[in-house]
């Protein structure tokens, strides 16, 4: 079992910067995904970018550049660093986990376990 905590979240003026973090706890080994999706309102859920335990990553065309996926492995922790943010960027940000790989597009490929999410608001 795998446990997700996010944190981060906020309020954000377009172009400002925020960084996610996500506590990882549970056993995760080298089959692991580890990733951040979004969902806004009205909006379907998308994959914003996923890491290999081995340090192979992905991002989506619409982050590349300005989001950094990274992880701290002696905290336990995945982080998003976003910059530039747009208003598009605003939703609600999720951590999420699993074995199934990391596809071409930047996320996880249907992960197991899921965080309970953290807000990103972006305000002109």
């Known amino acids: 079992q795998v446990q997700l905590v996010e944190s981060g979240g906020g309020s954000v003026q377009v172009g400002g910067s925020l960084k996610l973090s996500c506590v990882v706890s549970g056993h995760t080994d080298s089959r692991y995904c580890l990733g951040w999706f979004r969902q806004a309102p009205g909006k379907e859920r998308e994959g914003v970018a996923g890491?290999?335990?081995?340090?192979?990553?992905k991002y989506a065309d619409f982050v590349m550049g300005r989001f950094t996926i990274s992880r701290d492995n002696a905290k336990n922790t995945l982080y998003l660093e976003m910059n530039s943010l747009k208003p598009e960027d605003a939703a609600m940000y999720y951590c999420a986990a699993g074995i199934r790989g990391l596809n071409a597009d930047g996320y996880c490929v249907s992960p197991d376990y899921w965080g309970q999410g953290t807000q990103v608001i972006v305000s002109s």
């Open positions: 890491l290999l335990i081995d340090g192979r990553m």
